[in-house]
Every structure is written in structure tokens, then in C-alpha cells.
């Protein structure tokens, strides 16, 4: 049997899909505002999921009223019913999935309920052959990434590929020796923030799926 040469991690949340839209619906459903995209990419993780600012005081106060619901279990059902990733990916995860050369997945902290579960169900509202993928990594709370992409980093690859949207995340593959690393700004982190804060070189963000698949293809075909 062949080993597949390239290996291929793919995050979930702001690369694949765009996560605000998903969590501002959620939020509204419960009196609570995320505030608009740019402060939201702009905050700190934490302050990402409870607004900042101005929306920070409302929320806690709506927070700690009983609900019908679980924010998580709106969240995971909004996921599910209304998620799909970014239409540039579909082709093109389909054709990693279809090469004999490239092992591809996706890694993520995604805080569904089910995280697994609700990764396969975007991909299949996408059209994604989800059951043909390498693997799907949820990150438990409390796991460093950086220990996930260490553990998948074998010496049997040739090329080992990432892509994603936070600071984290870069350092996490910049740290394990990840040979190529794409960056996308119109995820949880600003092109600014991925710059001033993350110190990561602005070659390698980019600004719209369009343009990072465009260059993840580029990396593929070189690689052949």
C-alpha cells in the first residue's frame, strides 16, 4: 500500500466557515450581541464569545437569567441546520480527498456539542465527501493544538501543510515545523491583529478563501 506523501491540516472555524455569522445568530436568539465583525476579530478569545466593551455588561447580565436552552445546544442546532464552509473549499477538499497523495483532515476546537458530529454535518450541507476524509480532530478545552499537530507530524511525510485563522494557531505550527502555513484575516484575527500581535509575516495571510485556496493550490501542484 502506497503512503500518502502530503500531509494536509485544515482548521474549521473562521477558515472554513464563517463562524461569526453563526454565533451572532445564536447570541441574538438570546438577547446577547457579539457586537460587529471587526471589534469581534479584534478581542481577545475570551472576550470573543461574551462581547467587548459596550455589548460585555448586557451580556453577563442576560448570561445569568435561565434560559430554555443551552446557548451550546442553540449553537450546535444552528451549526447543523444553517452551517456551510466557504464554496471555494468545496472543490478543492473534494480533490484532496480524491488524491492518492494527500493526507487531509481537519483539526479544530470547535465548541458545539458534538463537535465531530457537527463538523461532518456542515460538511455534508456542503457537499463535502466527509466520510472520504483522513480525519476529524476536535480539541478538547484544555489540549494545546500544538500537541495535536506534533502527534500528526510524521517523518513519512514529505510536505506537511496547515491552514487557519488565529495567532494560536500559527505559533502552534510554526513551533512543530510545519513546511508550509496559510493564514486567513477574515476569520477570528484581523490582518492587522495577525501582524502587530502574532508577529506573522504578512506573505502568507490572506484576506478572502478565494485567494487562500488559490495559494493552497499552488503549494499542492508544486508538490508533484
Known sequence: MRLKETLVVLDFDGLL????????????????????????????????????GK???GNLVNLSLPKKKLIREQLTETYCEEGKIFPEFTGLINDMIDSPE??????????????????????????????????????????????VLEGMKSSSYKHCIFAADEIS????AYE???????????GFDTRQRLIKKGDIPEKIIHDTPKKLVKKLNKILLKAY
Open 102 to 147: 494527500i493526507h487531509v483532515g481537519i483539526v479544530s476546537r470547535n465548541f458545539t456539542h458534538h463537535p465531530g458530529n457537527t463538523i461532518r454535518q456542515v460538511l455534508k450541507n456542503s457537499k463535502v465527501n466527509e466520510a472520504a476524509l483522513d480525519f476529524i480532530i476536535p480539541i478538547s478545552v484544555g489540549v494545546k493544538k500544538i500537541n
Open 169 to 172: 494557531d500559527y505559533r502552534a
Open 176 to 186: 512543530t515545523g510545519y513546511e508550509h502555513i496559510l493564514m486567513a484575516s477574515y
Open 55 to 57: 455589548e460585555l455588561i
Open 17 to 52: 466557515i464563517n463562524s461569526y455569522e453563526l454565533l451572532k445568530k445564536t447570541f441574538k436568539h438570546f438577547g446577547l450581541d457579539v457586537g460587529d465583525e471587526d471589534r469581534f476579530q479584534n478581542r481577545q478569545k475570551f472576550l470573543k464569545y461574551v462581547g467587548g
